[in-house]
């Protein structure tokens, strides 16, 4: 950065925030890397952010798109922030914000502690954690606030010199980094795949064939905060190994499959998740924790859990499972993908076989054998402030087999 504290900001320090605009940006710390095409985990597929002519004035238009995608970037990896708490020149303040894109000088604030209607005036950051707002009010007075800010990110949305926007930048890729956020998620896609034919004494295998319009738009599902769900349902109506399976079932709970490769994780709608990961259920399951990134064209076992010890013939079938295999076809674009067309084989096991398993119908849960998978989409509000649909839609094809 070649600008000081409030002096102007200049054409190659925008342009150097922004990153490469006409190819994949690959660098840390810029824009695009994260807004772009990005390369692997790197990217939500946004139109890129172009530059600033070399010497140029930085235009009002050219500002306002560089802060509103830092916001939109914000907004969508840690959410609408509507409250801060800090401590003011009297006490205490909780201040409720009159715009969810930050504090900017011309907006009005209120809330406990703070006198009624106040307008900024002046907005300095420190460091990028600590700021202090200065705010004209009525005849209340004026006042002076000083708080940390969750998530400590602050970007004004007029026309403003900030001495610390690179700082900005930095703390969007460090949370991008850390955790690969995503605040909120779109609409679901829903595919139940039934057991019908007849009972079954063996095992039965459910394969479900997940494909996504591309290469890149399968990352930018993932890098955005898309995700894939399993969960398993069966009746426990009928026979007591009709009751084991209904247990098992209901204990591996719901199974997500997100972006982050082995050993790093994500937080979406506020739960972690670290590759493969069980949410909810109970019992013990071995797991490997492999995301979207991990994926090969070579089956990997990602999920077994055995059925419940219990009495009865449920103890006696203790080896009896379920078990999720996962892969996918390969890179297929230039991009670090990880393939655009995912394979879900899940095994429902009884081990040893031989009892009937009811089988169910197309109208309603008899005795389903049930696998279900749910495509969780990213959150697509442009309107809103978030992200513009760039992962297209994914189609689910499901079958099942058993004897």
Not at 94 to 106: L, P, R
Not at 297 to 323: C, H, M, W
Request: hydrophobic share 35%.
């Amino acid at each position: 950065m070649t600008y000081s504290a409030g002096g102007l900001i200049q054409a190659s320090d925008y342009n150097l925030l922004v990153g490469t605009y006409d190819s994949p940006s690959t660098a840390a710390n810029k824009l695009n890397t994260i807004w772009g095409i990005g390369t692997e985990r790197w990217g939500y597929g946004q139109p890129a952010i172009p530059h600033v002519t070399a010497n140029a004035t930085i235009s009002y238009d050219a500002w306002a798109s560089l802060t509103s995608r830092i916001n939109i970037i914000n907004r969508h990896q840690v959410g609408v922030i509507t409250a801060k708490t800090g401590t003011a020149t009297t006490g205490s303040a909780v201040i409720t914000m009159a715009s969810t894109t930050g504090i900017a000088k011309g907006q009005y604030i209120s809330g406990t502690g703070v006198p009624s209607n106040v307008l900024v005036t002046v907005v300095s950051i420190v460091a990028n954690v600590s700021i202090t707002v200065s705010t004209t009010a009525n005849a209340s007075g004026s006042a002076t606030f000083v708080f940390t800010q969750t998530p400590p990110l602050i970007v004004p949305a007029t026309n403003d010199k900030i001495t610390y926007l690179d700082k900005l930048v930095n703390q969007l890729t460090t949370q991008y980094t850390n955790k690969n956020n995503a605040a909120a998620q779109g609409p679901t896609s829903t595919t139940v795949t039934r057991y019908l034919p007849s009972a079954w004494k063996n095992s039965i295998t459910f394969t479900h064939t997940i494909t996504f319009q591309s290469a890149d738009k399968t990352r930018y599902f993932f890098n955005a905060g898309g995700q894939i769900a399993l969960n398993f349902t069966h009746a426990a109506t009928g026979t007591p190994v009709d009751k084991m399976f209904s247990d098992l079932a209901s204990q591996c709970g719901t199974l997500v499959l997100s972006a982050p490769p082995y050993g790093t994780r994500c937080s979406i709608t506020g739960t972690e998740y670290y590759g493969f990961t069980k949410v909810g259920g109970s019992g013990t399951a071995t797991i490997k924790r492999i995301g979207y990134y991990d994926l090969t064209t070579e089956d990997q076992l990602a999920f077994k859990q055995f059925a419940p010890i219990t009495g009865g013939v449920r103890g006696y079938y203790i080896e009896s499972n379920i078990s999720v295999n996962i892969k996918s076809n390969g890179t297929q674009g230039t991009n670090s993908d990880a393939g655009s067309i995912i394979t879900v084989t899940t095994v429902w096991d009884q081990v040893p076989n031989g009892l009937n398993v009811l089988p169910g119908n197309n109208t309603g849960p008899v005795n389903n054998s049930t696998t279900t998978v749910v495509v969780r989409y990213p959150i697509d509000n442009t309107s809103n402030g978030y992200l513009t649909n760039t992962w297209g839609t994914v189609s689910v094809v499901g079958s099942v087999t058993g004897n």
